[in-house]
C-alpha cells in the first residue's frame, strides 16, 4: 500500500512563492501517477495538477497553468512530487492533498474513484 504525506504548506502573500512536498513511500511506488487537489473553504474538491508515473506528461488546471510546476523526484523506495507555486493569489488559498493511482486518467480525470490520499497540507495566500 502505499502512504503519501504532505508537507510545505504557510502563510504567503499575495505574488508570493511555496513548495509543496509529497513524499510517498510503499510498495511499487515508482509505478503510480500522483496528483495534487485543493479544497476551499466551501467549495468542492479541485483538481491542481498531476504528472504521470514515467515523468513524461504533466497537467495542469486552467488556473494554475504558467504559475505552478509539478515535478517528480525518485528515491531509493520513495518518491517526491513537487508543486512549486509561484505568483500565489488569495484565491489559490486551500487545504492541498496529494493522491496517488496506477492510473494517470483516475488522477486526472477520475478524482472520485482516488483511494490514495496524504491528509492535506494548508497553503493561506493574503492579500
Known amino acids: 500500500q502505499v502512504h503519501l504525506v504532505e508537507s510545505g504548506g504557510g502563510v504567503v502573500q499575495a505574488g508570493g512563492s511555496l513548495r509543496l512536498s509529497c513524499e510517498a513511500s510503499?510498495?511499487?511506488?515508482?509505478?503510480?501517477?500522483v496528483g495534487w487537489f485543493r479544497r476551499a473553504p466551501g467549495k468542492e474538491r479541485e483538481f491542481v495538477a498531476a504528472?504521470?508515473?514515467?515523468?513524461?506528461?504533466?497537467?495542469?488546471s486552467d488556473s494554475v497553468k504558467g504559475r505552478f510546476t509539478i515535478s517528480k523526484e525518485n528515491a531509493a523506495n520513495m518518491v517526491y512530487v513537487y508543486l512549486e507555486m509561484n505568483n500565489l493569489r488569495p484565491e489559490d488559498t486551500a487545504v492541498y492533498y496529494c493522491?496517488?493511482?496506477?492510473?494517470?486518467?483516475?488522477?486526472?480525470?477520475?478524482?472520485?474513484?482516488?483511494?490514495?490520499w496524504g491528509q492535506g497540507t494548508q497553503v493561506t495566500v493574503s492579500s
Open positions: 493522491a496517488a493511482d496506477q492510473h494517470l486518467r483516475v488522477v486526472t480525470k477520475k478524482s472520485g474513484f482516488l483511494q490514495i
Open positions: 510503499g510498495s511499487y511506488v515508482s509505478r503510480y501517477s
Open positions: 504528472i504521470s508515473w514515467s515523468e513524461d506528461n504533466t497537467y495542469y
